[in-house]
């Protein structure tokens, strides 16, 4: 849906077209616990605060722009995930979403997995302590040398990709005197975003090995013939930031088929599959996400549904909720620098970060909100965008929303839902500095990734 703004301008907000940005909230002071992480509230004095501590205290202390991570909401989702799946089945936070050694001390207390795709982010698991064996490699290119750190490092699996990556990864587990687990990545002919998702015949991706043509079931014959590999099941991901269960229902029934046809071939009921990621969150009030519980119930009920028709054993299910745990658990903090009111269109609102730290609406045409949160205000409501300080015009971090007209330079504006892909995406573009993250939990904040400076920017430039 876009949310561009209406040609005849914020006054018009009331008689919008269909598709077009919601009109203004009754109230713009009251936070939509549906985006804010689960200890943010406002103070008597209207401030925001999370885990009990007022924005400008944080803003005083660690500076803007900068993302404020909800700890105890971050463990709750996680064990909310842990205990909707329960013990027959693995969570693997995807640690592409946002990682570091804090988070995956988290992770590990919690009783979840963790999926890496990089050596970096097999690095920064291994260093925080996670246990090798509960880590999942993915990728698509993964390279020689990282194979190898993975498995010497004893990961609990590699998800293979490509016809190349079976025999590299045998041939690398053989050499160390192992056999890997690993798990074939299949395309199953789904693309699921939002609200929609797309079944085709083949897709056309850098991603997996396709069903189609019996390639997914060739890829089964070479692994189970390598001495290297045990192969333990079938990995699916058919996309991001998905609300409709019906892709998840068609790639289950896809992948179970699939088990099927190897039991008929080879004899083996291979015993666990894994559907991925991409479940979605709410950025605006308007999205609906499905609560971890519900999920777990309607993908088990599937599969179960799939494997009895098919008389199979049910396999251990994994899952790879990434921003479904971190996303709503942060805010970015920034501080209003300068207010453009233009005419009959709206007001660009700039502030101290931008594409920087957050590329998803320039990459993705992104929605987010944004709200005042250094005080309350009475005032009308103004429609604006807020953009960064980015020598590009697409350096936008929030299209369309709304915020007090009163609203004047110094004051604190934060956009919620940023703990996904926001971070760990951001970039040094005009060599800005990127934002740290602070863990926010009972009153105390603590960084955790710290704020680059501009010594960080000279270190890596030799000369
Ligand atoms: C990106 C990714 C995920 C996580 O996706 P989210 O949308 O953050 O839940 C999980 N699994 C794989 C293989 C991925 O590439």
Redesign the pocket.
């Known amino acids: 849906m876009s949310r561009s703004a209406h040609p005849a301008g914020p006054r018009h907000a009331d008689v919008l077209p269909e598709g077009h940005y919601s009109a203004p909230a009754a109230d713009l002071n009251v936070l939509d616990e549906k985006v804010w992480s689960r200890t943010v509230t406002r103070d008597a004095d209207g401030a925001l605060t999370v885990g009990g501590i007022a924005v400008a205290r944080l803003a005083e202390e660690f500076g803007t722009p900068a993302y404020f991570l909800d700890e105890s909401d971050f463990r709750a989702r996680c064990r909310a995930w842990a205990d909707a799946f329960g013990p027959d089945a693995d969570v693997f936070y ?1 640690g ?2 946002f990682l570091s050694r804090a988070v995956v001390r988290w992770l590990k207390e919690e009783g979840l997995n963790l ?1 890496v ?1 990089s050596g970096g982010e097999l690095t920064t698991a291994l260093d925080a302590g996670m246990p090798a064996e509960r880590i999942a490699f ?1 990728g698509n290119n993964k390279t020689v040398a990282e194979i190898e750190r993975a498995v010497e490092a004893g990961v609990g699996r590699i998800v293979l990709d490509s016809f190349q990556e079976i025999v590299r990864v045998a041939h690398i587990a053989q050499r160390h005197g192992v056999r890997q687990r690993v798990q074939i990545r299949v395309t199953v002919g789904v693309e699921a975003h939002t609200h929609e998702f797309i079944a085709t015949a083949h897709e056309d991706q850098k991603f997996g090995i396709a069903l189609a043509d019996g390639q997914a079931a060739e890829a089964v014959r070479r692994a189970l013939s390598l001495d290297g590999l045990e192969l333990i099941g079938v990995h699916s ?1 058919i996309g ?2 998905i609300f409709d269960m019906a892709g998840f229902e068609v790639s289950a029934r896809r992948v179970v088929q699939l088990l099927a046809e190897i039991r008929d071939e080879h004899g083996v009921e291979l015993p666990e599959i894994d559907l ?4 979605g969150i709410a950025y605006t009030s308007d999205d609906d996400p499905r609560e971890p519980h519900e999920i777990a119930k309607a993908l088990s009920d599937i599969v179960t549904r799939e494997c009895e028709a098919a008389k199979l054993r049910t396999p251990r299910i994994s899952v ?5 745990i971190v996303g709503p658990t942060a805010f970015t903090l920034y501080e209003v620098g300068t207010i453009k009111p233009l005419e009959g269109l709206r007001t660009y609102v700039s502030v101290d970060g931008g594409m920087s730290d957050n590329i998803r609406t320039a990459l993705y045409d992104a929605e987010y909100s944004v709200a005042l949160v250094s005080r309350t205000s009475d005032a009308e409501p103004m429609l604006v965008r807020v953009v960064g300080k980015h020598c590009e015009s697409g350096d936008i971090v929030v299209k369309d929303a709304f915020l007090p007209a009163d609203l004047a330079p110094g004051d604190l504006i934060a956009v919620p839902a940023t703990g ?1 892909y926001c971070r760990s995406m951001a970039s040094n573009y005009n060599h800005a500095l990127r934002p740290p993250v602070v863990a926010v939990r009972d009153g105390e904040a603590r960084v955790i990734v710290r704020r680059e400076t501009e010594e960080d920017l000279l270190r890596l430039d030799v000369g």
Not at 320 to 324: I, L, Q, S
């Open positions: 995807a592409k979403a999926d795709c993915h991901h991001s930031q991925g990621g991409g479940l790879e909720p990434g921003r479904a996904a």
